[in-house]
């Protein structure tokens, strides 16, 4: 033991699978009481890395060391300092919350005596203990994973190594969780965690980016973002998503893209850039802005011209318009609950309409409705023109669907699982070759279609799962979460196709949970406990819904100030945003005087501002008033 | 119609048949079952471990014990000394029987005075046992007959039976095994492979994405079985072949009225296993309930026990034991060489079985998640 202070020390790492190095001589140090982010690309060997730090894949070569042991060697005493959660459900469906943890405790020799009073101190800490006896098969996605980590917490664990916890999880459920990892590292646990979002990585004292098997930057978020000597550019048009397509075609070097209300892109010489810009946008202002991580994230991958597979998009769909989706009172129970109730939709072609909510609020429900998988117990719905309870079965020769499950023959190979799903879509012969040719290249696979879709990694998946579902063209799509635990890159193809989708007069459904996605939206509807709560189009939201002012917060370590102001009068509410802090409140002057007041005796470096609301803020402000009046 | 239904027939088939495991499954674990069910099975008692208890120790003991030995019946294993002795060999199990001549037999014989030989077979067994005493008064028999007529000259009965088997001359247990093996394994294949066919993809959760595409529910279920009814009947074909080749079962009647009645058959298997995978949640449960069936079913089909033996109400709920009419079809043709006009009764029970269960199974499966 070299270094006592090293919770997690380990030494050129390498794995190999067949001719593949998913992790090539890997050194990786931990220091007590750190937050570690692994953040990289689908595939890069995220979970290979955290799977041999914990002993459970031994390595080809290398070493590591949790706490001074080695958990190639010494295994026993690593497992008793280390707690792991892997991406599948470790739990027993039909054991309570409370039997689940117990089985944990006593299979990791908690003694008895104290095994209840740790299990109730869990509880609390997790806010979970009013659903100490409820089933763990019926919790939400979000409570799932704090159970899960309850369960990994419950041998009081010195590091945790945690493998993309929050993957469709929503956000207040993900700042809950964020919330307990804090308080564990203030107690001195060491936490790895692995993530696909990366306003979490930010939350991170260091991160790791990963590619191809090895760590391409290191460092603290800010450090990453520095050392990176990257500039960004944004102009703001009066039609972004329309424009995007020419800045695109003008600046096809510098990752163009959209986020929330601009158009961003890299801008290493803003000159020759705006000389560029002018050709179509006479006059426009570009903004300079800092880099975020994804900014770093995405230049380290290669950029793939996705151009001619986008300009495929939109082959064979058929130009309709009017409106493809509407509903009245549609609603659906089961027994005595109510999962979906008397939604009114009104969905057009071309549109993109995002379903919003936390886990289990009924989005899925709905569309499932919607494609003819579940008959609504009351209210009608007319998609692309037929009745969902009358002609399901006409409704889906129309429509494409991706749902949240796995929706590939992992025994299949890639390309037979696009003949198969062609093949029910009535597509053969030289046709069907043209699709599968377009499917391969739009989900990146064309040189991986003759392997086993086993050994496909999640983002992967769900880009060939996205193209089979619209192989055949349809009108009307779909999709349910397809971004969830996709990687940046991964999510900014899928928002690509969605446009140029949507451009060409297609119908896109889309639930998600990542905020800055929802305002790619067209419209959006906020569900919440089967009720429609909210809708509108992403800024009437903003305006109409939101009661308060947000001010935002740049201050290092906020998670050890978030008690203090919440406690501060005029503030609603305090959450963590990014790496820093989003205070909500009615009084705007007050919350900022007693703000500064309190960094100023503090004597914390803290920068705020009054900003815009995100639409994180105001799905959490939504949820939250929605809550109290239920309550 | 014809398109979806050859991409769901591809998949399958390449799903079934790339796993080395299930084409173990699919095409020798039944061959290799019924070879060893061949050997393992039998009822023809031969060679059974018996003690001798001789108290009189004479020519005639000896020579009766001789002819016990030479019957081929029996391996006499042990000579005990005591009644002790033989409970306390019998108890281990080491014997199944012991012959117990009493002090002064041959005296008494030759005296003509009537001796009692005792046997004690070991009643665990009741069919053995049973055997047991007829094979030794079998072998008793013929001491006395050679007795009488060696003291009087003259035959010592006057009525003789004499027996002839009808279509299996030699009471050769296999020509009777081996087919029922046959429609055994192909309802044990049959069911276990097909009732999670449904449910696996429930469990995966590609079911979902599969049920919004406009392929039809009967194409969806022609597709999921008819990969299986193919197997099924390679290797069926391949199990008759290998009766001939390695047990010598010719095929008395029509090859094609017995393929008619094992395709109807196996498409009754099918159809129930469909039926069990349909309204199961995982793939336990599915393998779990087609266990359940399958048990009763062999037991209750004539194949292990006689139909006639059983209780009235019993008999009539054999019936609807699907592999009762594909045991009696299969053996009706290949042993007596039965055509249609001998199996009118098994044409239309197999015909309504397998209607029934296709029918049921099809309406059974809905096209989405209610």
């Known amino acids: 033991m070299e270094n006592n202070n090293l919770a997690v020390d380990a030494r050129s790492l390498s794995k190999s699978f067949k001719s593949l190095k998913a992790v090539d001589k890997i050194t990786l140090q931990v220091k007590t009481g750190e937050i570690y982010g692994v953040i990289g690309p689908d595939g890069a060997g995220k979970t290979t890395l955290l799977r041999m730090l914990t002993g459970i894949l031994t390595p080809d070569s290398g070493e590591s060391l949790i706490c001074g042991y080695s958990s190639q060697i010494n295994n026993r005493e690593v497992k008793n300092h280390l707690a792991y959660m892997s991406q599948k459900f470790g739990l027993y469906s039909d054991l309570t919350v409370y039997e689940n943890i117990r089985l944990y405790a006593d299979l990791y020799g908690v003694a008895k005596a104290t095994r209840d009073e740790q299990i109730d101190k869990l509880l609390d800490f997790s806010y979970m203990r009013p659903f100490k006896n409820r089933r763990a098969g019926k919790l939400s996605g979000g409570m799932k994973q704090k159970l899960q980590l309850i369960c990994a917490l419950i041998h009081k664990p010195q590091v945790l190594l945690l493998d993309e916890p929050t993957n469709g999880v929503d956000p207040v459920s993900r700042r809950d969780f964020w919330r307990i990892l804090y308080d564990l590292v203030s107690e001195g646990v060491t936490i790895v965690v692995s993530t696909a979002y990366l306003d979490e990585a930010e939350r991170c004292s260091r991160i790791g980016l990963m590619n191809n098997g090895i760590i391409v930057a290191e460092g603290s978020p800010q450090e990453v973002i520095e050392k990176s000597d990257m500039t960004i550019g944004s102009i703001k048009t009066d039609n972004n998503k329309h424009n995007l397509k020419t800045v695109q075609q003008l600046l096809p070097d510098n990752n163009v893209h959209l986020l929330g209300d601009r158009i961003r892109f890299t801008s290493d010489d803003i000159k020759s850039i705006s000389i560029k810009l002018n050709k179509s946008f006479q006059g426009i202002a570009i903004t300079e802005e800092p880099p975020m991580l994804e900014d770093i994230f995405m230049s380290f991958q290669e950029a793939r011209d996705n151009t001619d597979v986008l300009s495929l998009v939109s082959q064979g769909i058929e130009n309709k318009s009017g409106s493809s989706v509407t509903t009245k009172k549609i609603t659906k129970r089961f027994g005595d609950f109510t999962a979906v109730n008397s939604i009114d939709l009104d969905v057009k072609y071309g549109e993109i309409y995002g379903f919003l909510g936390p886990n289990g609020a009924g989005k899925s429900t709905t569309i499932k409705m919607l494609c003819g998988l579940l008959t609504p117990s009351s209210g009608q719905g007319m998609v692309g023109g037929f009745d969902v309870t009358k002609k399901p079965e006409k409704i889906k020769e129309n429509i494409g669907y991706m749902s949240q499950k796995f929706s590939l023959y992992e025994d299949l190979r890639i390309y037979e699982n696009i003949d198969f799903y062609g093949g029910i879509y009535g597509l053969q012969g030289k046709q069907l070759a043209k699709r599968r040719d377009w499917a391969l290249e739009l989900s990146g696979l064309t040189e991986r279609k003759k392997e086993m879709t086993s050994n496909l990694a999640g983002g992967w998946r769900q880009r060939l799962a996205l193209a089979c579902s619209i192989l055949h063209s349809p009108s009307i799509v779909f999709l349910d979460e397809p971004t969830s635990g996709a990687d940046p890159a991964s999510r900014r193809l899928f928002w690509d196709i969605i446009n140029r989708l949507a451009g060409s007069g297609v119908t896109v459904f889309v639930s998600t949970h990542y905020m800055e996605e929802a305002e790619y939206c067209d419209r959006l509807a906020m569900i919440f406990r089967g009720n429609m709560i909210a809708h509108g189009t992403p800024q009437e939201l903003k305006e109409n819904y939101m009661r308060d002012d947000i001010i935002n917060i740049r201050v290092a370590e906020p998670q050890k100030h978030m008690n203090t102001l919440a406690n501060i009068n005029s503030i609603n509410n305090v959450a963590l945003f990014g790496a820093g802090l989003h205070v909500r409140t009615n009084d705007t002057n007050s919350s900022l005087n007693s703000i500064n007041d309190y960094f100023t005796s503090n004597g914390a470096k803290a920068k705020t501002s009054l900003i815009q609301p995100s639409m994180e803020d105001v799905f959490v402000s939504l949820i939250d008033s929605a809550e109290d009046e239920n309550d | ?370």
């Open chain 2, 1 to 370: 119609m014809l398109l979806k239904l050859k991409a769901m027939l591809i998949k399958e088939l390449k799903q079934m048949l790339r796993d080395p495991k299930m084409r173990m499954v699919v095409l020798s674990i039944p061959m290799i079952q019924m070879l060893v069910m061949y050997f393992a099975l039998t009822l023809d008692v031969k060679n059974i471990d018996i003690a001798i208890l001789d108290y009189d120790k004479t020519t005639t003991t000896t020579k009766i014990t001789d002819m016990l030995d030479a019957s081929g019946y029996f391996d006499i294993t042990r000579y005990a000394n005591s009644l002790d002795e033989i409970r306390e060999i019998m108890d281990r199990g080491d014997v199944r029987g012991a012959v117990i001549f009493a002090a002064g037999t041959e005296e008494r014989i030759a005296q003509n005075a009537i001796v009692d030989v005792q046997v004690i077979a070991d009643g665990t067994m009741s069919n053995d046992a049973g055997i047991i005493f007829s094979y030794v008064s079998g072998v008793l028999e013929n001491y006395n007959n050679q007795n009488i007529f060696r003291l009087t000259g003259k035959s010592g009965q006057q009525v003789e039976f004499v027996n002839r088997n009808a279509y299996n001359e030699n009471l050769d247990s296999r020509f009777y095994y081996v087919p029922g093996l046959i429609t055994m394994m192909i309802m044990v294949t049959s069911i276990l492979l097909t009732s999670i066919a449904i449910v696996r993809e429930k469990e995966i959760g590609t079911i979902e994405q599969v049920m919004v595409t406009p392929i039809g529910r009967l194409e969806f279920i022609i597709g999921k079985t008819l990969p299986f009814f193919i197997t099924g009947y390679i290797t069926t074909t391949l199990m008759f072949v290998l009766a001939f080749l390695a047990f010598d079962i010719v095929i008395k009647g029509s090859i094609l009225l017995l393929a008619f009645f094992l395709g109807m058959n196996i498409l009754s298997y099918l159809g129930l296993a469909l039926l069990i995978s349909a309204s199961s949640y995982t793939q336990q449960q599915a393998l779990l309930t087609a266990f359940f069936i399958l048990m009763p079913c062999s037991l209750l089909s004539g194949f292990m026990f006689p139909i006639a033996n059983m209780p009235e109400v019993i008999q009539y709920l054999t019936y609807l034991d699907p592999m009762r009419w594909g045991f009696e079809a299969v053996t009706g043709i290949v042993i007596k060489g039965a055509g249609l006009k001998d199996l009118y009764q098994q044409l239309f029970w197999q015909t309504t079985h397998t209607l029934f269960f296709i029918i049921f199974a099809s309406m059974k499966f809905k096209k989405n998640l209610e």
